[in-house]
């Protein structure tokens, strides 16, 4: 029998107003019900119409991003994450996910459970994830609380995913002052599945079993999504108890029991239970697959005494999955799950009622037709938009605003470059995440521009990579988010990889400042422009808005994953470390290119200057695209011995970066002139990629470039036996040992941390 | 002679499909899966206990694995002159058995660490080091958060008279200093053996550079040892 | 029912970095007068039995076998008579 509970606060419009809910929606929910909601049915309103469960500020927005492609199998929305075919039976299942309101409160649980959640997302499908990356925000290193984010943050992912068993290869970190009080966490997993055994998250059969796996259910996280969309006040500080609190262990053996499970055939639907748990579960299986359910809240497993069937419906209790299945199968579950020490408890029944009914013992809780809670008829809106006025200021700026630099002072704002945390080393946060458990990693992070991970059983490989500069976005986000793309293609493409697909996190703030909407609106345009242009579909992601602070709002700062296929695995992947002395360097541009006077934007001008004015770089989606197809052909033919992309800190940093990861290795460059010294050396122009080729190989490389309009291959020099020389014109400006290179880009984390 | 692998799998071991595969795939061995439940470990010539977080690391690395089922198997079976290979987290186990001296703590730094190290070779005349030679320096990965070796004065001191201790951490020119101490190990100690010298226990994972497309094959040399020293016993 | 606080703690000749990492920190925060901290861990223990003698023996016991590490910790335990419901309260 169930406990008898004490009566449930009167429901009224205040009390939904607490919720989270506006005064609108409120009067949407009685008009649709005809009645007052229940306590339970108002506290899944209020989550399930949260931004982050429904979207209702952005659907208009993502519907315009391009979702189609040859290669997806599933539809962008239906399933936990997009499903990449990737050929010899396999398919990829990848999504980036933001977990930054719980990790502004505390750090160390909610990076780790938002990677848990991430994870979870990938294995529901039934694909076994291979790694994680992880694109990181944070405030200036300066300030000691932003130091304690970062560590917790760090020591967050490092600890959920190594004990899960999943590498974390890569991701990016950035420090801005923007992102102080409001640091951004997107996860990103990637997991492979044979495509004959994929799963799925609808409940569509009226009379299946409902069954609850994993963990027990306890109070942890309730609200947790409302939460999440909420912006961050003074306050948050208190909220500590909506955070969550990952088991990484209890993770690992819900994986191996829901991979056997699937395996074996008894899983007919399984959604994983993240923010707002049995609620979101099992209303948007419903809502999937068109069905109803009848639920048993008295039946499931809970940890704490005296939870309402409010408290369970609504708590976000990690690790824990709901799964439907053939009648009889849910004996083979309980000792699938029993085995790994798991519950499999039947909760309840698919039904064909169209209704989502919650009972506690003989009372009925809540009566609600999923498709107007997680379905087509939640609302959506469609927000003002105004241009920022800020960008009035940003765009005003000219090179000429700064004085140029003087070739005395080159090796100075190199090493300072090479010394900024947001360029410098993160090997401090790389090397305290397992890398390479489950041995699949082919490049680690460090050297490379993008991690490349085999396909165990083919001669394949992924590359993959996050990418996302706020800064950018910021003074131009239809342009910022474009390069954001542009640049993640790059990466994979430099890495030996060929772009695919795309999975986006988009993190803004209040939907309702129009100015903040505005943002948002030019990013998505410019996110579907670029990946029309590049052939990389978006297939799914997450929105996290609301990322402000009492300071202001954040960068608007949308994150792309992007997924490569490596072809062949064993001659393809290729680094941005130098192989051999002799080789010889080439600038690969599009053709026509010369440097422009710009500065607009770039790490130097807000390292050296201290300002974040301008515009964003200009891009030419169709010079990327040819610039991206020649870098591939040439990585094809085996003529590329080293490359790396032309990106934060201009050409100056990716040739030092190059000399800093190649022991006993350097270079010798003289780059194309005229115009700026500053903006030749630290500019950040695009559709740049540096790479090397044999000295037997030039004709070769210039036979390869021949079948490519649109590029140029400009000779910077060779690969000599130690440090970085650079020539602009005649005038040699910079002759640096190694040492001198590597000190400030190693030693910046550490010693801003310690 | 080919030689019979059986990977011990806790509750929470997730380097066991990477034994498995150096195992299986690249050598292929025989090699079997051992369960936890099970009484026993059945027909194998090495047992590898592999890295992991048995039972979530949960009070100490390795406390709780050591009571499961097989490890009673896996005790005999070293007393009975078996080989026993440690990895990480079974470095651990294999210590809180009672099978290797000392134990494994939080790394000095407080942080976990994962990267390539390399390591002196101290003792190559045993099953698990024959074909490297003494001195020599192999570069094999880390990854752990703790594997800081402690053991008291004495058994210090037993165990470098018994020559136990095969691989210390060491400078890649072989030296063995406080920077290339990755972990405040006592003495550099990376890897050892009971004094019997069937039961190893390695912090470093060998099972995981066995391919040179992961970018490290040193990895190999002891696979190779033991699969030498199994045809050598066997013939 | 009895109810045994456990606390486990490193032996002294233990090298605890996480005390040291502390007590830096302390005096970074003006405490001067700390000298030393050192890190370890409790453990409370519900136990069934019959007298406060026979709950220590099982508390010593658990302690041997399992929750501490005889290489480096070493442990205390505190008894304390409680009513039944108590062990009920909390997490289950």
Redesign the interface.
């Known amino acids: 029998m169930p406990e008898t509970l004490p009566q449930p606060p009167e429901v009224d419009r205040a009390l939904a107003l607490d919720h989270g809910l506006t005064s609108d929606e409120y009067d949407e929910i009685l008009d649709r019900l005809g009645r007052t909601p229940t306590f339970t049915e108002l506290g899944i309103y209020s989550v399930m119409w949260s931004e982050h469960c429904s979207y209702k500020n952005s659907t208009a927005l993502l519907q315009t991003l391009p979702t189609e492609g040859e290669q997806l199998l599933a539809e962008v929305g239906e399933e936990n994450a997009g499903l990449v075919d990737v050929g010899d039976g396999k398919a990829v299942a990848f999504k980036i996910e933001s977990h930054n309101h719980p990790s502004a409160v505390e750090p160390y649980e909610g990076a780790a459970t938002g990677v848990g959640g991430i994870h979870r997302d990938i294995f529901t499908m039934g694909a076994r994830p291979i790694c994680a990356l992880d694109s990181l925000r944070f405030g200036s290193l300066e300030a000691s609380r932003v130091r304690y984010l970062f560590d917790g943050v760090v020591r967050g992912i490092g600890d959920y995913g190594n004990s899960f068993g999943v590498p974390t290869v890569g991701g990016e970190v950035y420090f801005e002052d923007a992102y102080e009080g409001n640091p951004l966490v997107n996860a990103m997993s990637v997991g492979v599945v044979d495509t004959d055994r994929t799963a799925s998250a609808a409940a569509e059969t009226p009379g299946h079993p409902v069954v609850l796996v994993g963990a027990t259910t ?1 109070r942890d996280g309730i609200h947790g999504a409302t939460f999440a969309s909420a912006e961050i006040d003074e306050d948050s500080e208190e909220d500590r108890p909506s955070v969550q609190v990952g088991d990484p262990f209890t993770e690992k053996l819900l994986l191996e029991a829901t991979l056997e499970a699937i395996r074996e055939g008894v899983v007919a639907g399984i959604q994983d239970m993240g923010a707002a748990g049995i609620t979101s579960s099992a209303f948007e299986m419903s809502a999937s697959g068109g069905t109803g359910m009848d639920l048993y809240l008295d039946r499931v497993p ?4 005296g939870m309402t069937p409010y408290e369970i419906l609504l708590s976000e209790s990690q690790e824990r999955m709901l799964v439907v299945c053939e009648p009889g199968d849910e004996e083979t579950l309980a000792e699938i799950y029993g085995k790994w020490d798991l519950n499999a408890q039947r909760i309840g029944t698919v039904t064909d009622t169209g209704r989502v009914r919650a009972h506690w013992g003989d009372d009925e809780v809540a009566v609600l037709d999923p498709a107007h809670v997680a379905g087509d008829d939640v609302p959506v809106y469609d927000r003002d938009t105004e241009r920022p006025s800020y960008l009035e200021e940003t765009r005003s700026f000219e090179a000429s605003d700064v004085p140029d630099l003087e070739a005395a002072d080159v090796e100075d704002a190199l090493t300072t470059l090479l010394g900024s945390p947001n360029i410098a080393s993160k090997r401090w946060v790389h090397e305290q995440y397992d890398t390479m458990v489950r041995t699949n990693t082919v490049v680690a992070p460090g050297p490379s521009d993008a991690a490349v991970m085999r396909l165990k059983g083919t001669e394949k490989g992924l590359a993959v990579k996050t990418d996302g500069n706020g800064r950018y976005v910021y003074l131009n986000p239809r342009r910022g988010a474009k390069i954001a793309v542009a640049e993640a293609a790059r990466n994979v493409t430099c890495a030996g990889g060929t772009p695919v697909a795309v999975t986006n996190c988009c993190n803004f703030g209040n939907p309702n400042n129009p100015e903040v909407y505005w943002t948002f609106a030019e990013a998505i345009g410019g996110m579907g422009d670029a990946c029309r242009a590049l052939g990389t579909p978006v297939t799914g992601g997450n929105v996290s808005l609301y990322n402000e602070h009492p300071e202001g709002a954040i960068y608007p700062t949308p994150t792309i994953g992007m997924l490569g296929v490596v072809d062949d695995l064993h001659t393809q992947p290729t680094t941005a470390a130098l192989r051999s002395e002799g080789d010889v360097t080439f600038l690969l541009t599009p053709r026509g290119w010369t440097h422009p006077d710009r500065l607009g934007g770039t790490e130097y001008l807000s390292t050296v200057h201290d300002r974040v004015a301008g515009d964003a770089p200009p891009l030419d989606l169709e010079e990327e695209r040819a610039v991206q197809a020649a870098t591939q052909a040439l990585i094809r033919d085996g003529l590329v011995q080293h490359a790396h992309d032309v990106s934060d800190g201009g050409l100056a940093v990716c040739l030092a970066e190059s000399v800093i990861h190649s022991d006993g290795l350097g270079l010798e460059a003289t780059l194309p002139g005229a115009g700026r010294l500053d903006a030749a050396l630290f500019g950040e122009a695009q559709s740049r990629v540096v790479l090397s080729t044999r000295p037997d190989d030039e004709a070769s490389l210039e036979t390869t470039l021949a079948a490519h309009d649109g590029v140029q291959a400009h000779r910077l020099g060779p690969v000599t036996p130690g440090g970085l020389r650079l020539t602009v014109g005649a005038d040699t400006v910079l002759d640096a040992s190694p040492e001198t290179l590597a000190a400030p880009y190693e030693g910046a984390i550490p010693d801003a941390v310690t | 002679m080919p030689a019979r692998f059986g990977v011990v799998v806790f509750p929470g071991s997730n380097c066991d499909h990477d034994a498995y595969h150096a195992a299986h795939h690249v050598f292929d061995q025989e090699t079997r899966f051992i369960w936890h439940e099970e009484e026993s470990i059945g027909d194998v010539d090495v047992v590898i206990v592999p890295g992991g977080f048995s039972y979530g690391d949960y ?2 690395s390795g ?2 694995a050591r ?1 499961s089922p097989v490890m009673q198997d896996v005790v005999r079976f070293a007393e009975e002159g078996g080989l026993v290979f440690g990895i990480c987290n079974g470095f651990q186990v294999l ?2 058995a009672g099978l290797l001296p ?2 494994l ?6 942080r976990f660490v994962c990267k390539d190290t390399p390591l002196r070779v101290e003792n190559a005349d045993t099953p698990f080091t024959n074909g490297l030679t003494e001195d020599q320096v192999v570069t094999i990965p880390i990854s752990h958060g703790e594997g800081r070796y ?3 004065e004495d058994v210090l001191a037993r165990i470098e008279a018994h020559d136990q201790v095969l691989f210390r951490y060491s400078t890649a020119d072989g030296e063995v200093t406080d920077d290339a101490n990755p972990n ?1 190990s006592a003495r550099g100690i990376a890897g050892l053996v009971n004094e019997a010298g069937n039961v190893c226990g390695l912090m470093p994972h060998p099972e995981r550079c066995v391919e040179s497309l992961l970018g490290g094959d040193d990895g190999r040399l002891i696979f190779e040892s033991l699969l030498a020293h199994v045809s050598t016993v066997a013939a | 029912m009895y109810k045994a606080t456990i606390a486990i703690t490193l032996r002294p ?3 605890d ?2 005390g040291k ?1 502390l007590q830096h920190a302390l005096t970074n925060l003006g405490y001067d007068e700390v000298d030393q901290v050192r890190m370890g861990k409790q453990a409370e223990v519900w136990i069934d039995a019959e007298s406060e003698a026979e709950a220590r023996r099982v508390a010593t016991e658990t302690c041997e076998e ?2 501490a ?1 005889p ?2 910790e070493n442990f205390d335990v505190q008894i304390e008579s409680v009513p039944r419901e108590a062990a ?5």
């Open positions: 306890g809970t940890r704490e005494t | 009070l100490r406390a709780v009571f210590c809180e000392g134990t703590m939080r790394n000095e730094s407080l402690y053991a008291d405040g | 000749s233990i090298l970095p996480e990492t399992l929750l590490n290489v480096t009920k309260q909390g997490t289950a």
